[in-house]
């Protein structure tokens, strides 16, 4: 497992170029006239996908440090990236640095990004005009790269009829075979873009500044204190495995938990006013649907409605609390 993890290699599996937005984005880089790179190839996963998708690409230039196919040439690209390509579709070896750390593995010593795919989609922007990448669903919240993202597409699982699950795993195939880590697809353009388009597989979910106009102000009022065991508002910050569950909640709810001050899950908050709990989760829940969990972290495990798990942070809770 730790020698996958070094590479960052996790292998493609699922069909996300089957998606409206990325046959789109196909045609406007006009990949059916090039020879497009996959600078991280791996076993090749990614032109047979596209092949699969019914999408021409006449050749492809194939690398990986480590090939695991023939026709698949040995480079470090991350070192030496291959030049005078405009389109690039990948999968990037994902890695994050505190997991390089904690594991005595390599980490590159020439980039500040916490995370090795964020170093590789920096070099495939440095490189090439077009580039599409499967990464981490996380992406979207890190504010990198923003201006040249076209459409960030959060990939969820879906049954073989094309709809998300709904019912459990079941008829569930994931993108991954060792991972069900939340995975987005990016597409970048040559040019700025004026807005990012955010996609739920083939559903458009808005502009991201527009998604962002439906969040509530920040707020640094430090006089709300989370963790504190004598707190008047209770918080369970992510959701079940069934729907979306996060709620505030009166602290006696809470008595049974100890509070840690770690704890990112379920905490007390000290609030020095009266608190309405009903009025908190009304606002939590139009934020909610207005901006359909774009900016809230989810994580590994799909709900049995079909959507991402997703955890409320603390600056969002400290916004919906301090709400005017
Ligand atoms: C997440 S896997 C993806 C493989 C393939 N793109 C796919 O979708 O099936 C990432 C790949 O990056 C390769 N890799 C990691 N570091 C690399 C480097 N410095 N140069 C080239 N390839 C690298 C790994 O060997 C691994 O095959």
Same mark, same amino acid.
């Given at each position: 497992?730790?020698?996958?993890?070094? #590479? @960052?290699?996790?292998?493609? *599996?699922?069909?996300? %170029?089957?998606?409206?937005?990325? &046959?789109?984005?196909?045609? !406007?880089?006009?990949?059916?006239?090039?020879?497009?790179?996959?600078?991280?190839?791996?076993?090749?996963?990614?032109?047979?996908?596209?092949?699969?998708?019914?999408?021409?690409?006449?050749?492809?230039?194939?690398?990986?440090?480590?090939?695991?196919?023939?026709?698949?040439?040995?480079?470090?690209?991350?070192?030496?990236?291959?030049?005078?390509?405009?389109?690039?579709?990948?999968?990037?070896?994902?890695?994050?640095?505190?997991?390089?750390?904690?594991?005595?593995?390599?980490?590159?010593?020439?980039?500040?990004?916490?995370?090795?795919?964020?170093?590789?989609?920096?070099?495939?922007?440095?490189?090439?005009?077009?580039?599409?990448?499967?990464?981490?669903?996380?992406?979207?919240? #890190? @504010?990198?790269?923003?201006? *040249?993202?076209?459409? %960030?597409?959060?990939?969820?699982? &879906?049954?073989?009829?094309? !709809?998300?699950?709904?019912?459990?795993?079941?008829?569930?195939?994931?993108?991954?075979?060792?991972?069900?880590?939340?995975?987005?697809?990016?597409?970048?353009?040559?040019?700025?873009?004026?807005?990012?388009?955010?996609?739920?597989?083939?559903?458009?979910?808005?502009?991201?500044?527009?998604?962002?106009?439906?969040?509530?102000?920040?707020?640094?009022?430090?006089?709300?204190?989370?963790?504190?065991?004598?707190?008047?508002?209770?918080?369970?910050?992510?959701?079940?495995?069934?729907?979306?569950?996060?709620?505030?909640?009166?602290?006696?709810?809470?008595?049974?938990?100890?509070?840690?001050?770690?704890?990112?899950?379920?905490?007390?908050?000290?609030?020095?006013?009266?608190?309405?709990?009903?009025?908190?989760?009304? *606002?939590?829940?139009?934020?909610?649907?207005?901006?359909?969990?774009?900016?809230?972290? !989810?994580?590994?495990?799909?709900?049995?409605?079909?959507?991402?798990?997703?955890?409320?942070?603390?600056?969002?809770?400290?916004?919906?609390?301090?709400?005017?």
């Amino acid at each position: 497992m730790d020698e996958k993890r070094a #590479s @960052g290699r996790y292998y493609t *599996r699922g069909n996300p %170029f089957q998606l409206e937005p990325f &046959q789109i984005w196909a045609k !406007a880089s006009n990949l059916a006239q090039q020879i497009t790179l996959e600078p991280f190839a791996g076993a090749k996963d990614i032109p047979q996908l596209i092949d699969a998708a019914n999408l021409r690409c006449p050749d492809w230039a194939l690398f990986d440090i480590e090939p695991g196919a023939e026709g698949v040439g040995q480079r470090d690209t991350l070192a030496d990236f291959p030049r005078g390509f405009d389109v690039c579709i990948t999968n990037p070896p994902w890695l994050a640095r505190n997991s390089a750390t904690r594991r005595g593995l390599p980490f590159p010593k020439s980039t500040r990004h916490d995370d090795l795919y964020k170093y590789a989609i920096e070099k495939c922007l440095t490189h090439c005009g077009w580039v599409a990448a499967i990464i981490p669903e996380a992406f979207i919240r #890190s @504010g990198l790269f923003l201006q *040249r993202l076209h459409d %960030f597409i959060s990939l969820v699982p &879906q049954t073989r009829d094309g !709809a998300t699950q709904e019912n459990g795993k079941r008829g569930t195939s994931y993108m991954f075979e060792d991972t069900e880590h939340p995975v987005g697809l990016a597409l970048f353009a040559p040019h700025a873009t004026s807005d990012v388009k955010v996609w739920r597989n083939n559903q458009l979910l808005g502009g991201i500044n527009e998604l962002r106009r439906h969040l509530p102000q920040p707020s640094c009022n430090r006089s709300i204190v989370f963790n504190d065991p004598n707190g008047n508002l209770g918080l369970i910050a992510i959701d079940n495995t069934v729907s979306a569950s996060i709620r505030f909640c009166p602290p006696e709810e809470l008595k049974d938990y100890p509070i840690r001050v770690h704890c990112r899950s379920i905490t007390k908050i000290g609030v020095p006013w009266r608190v309405d709990i009903d009025m908190l989760n009304a *606002r939590l829940a139009a934020i909610r649907e207005k901006t359909h969990d774009v900016f809230l972290t !989810a994580f590994k495990g799909i709900r049995r409605d079909g959507h991402y798990r997703r955890r409320l942070d603390w600056g969002l809770s400290r916004a919906i609390v301090d709400m005017e």
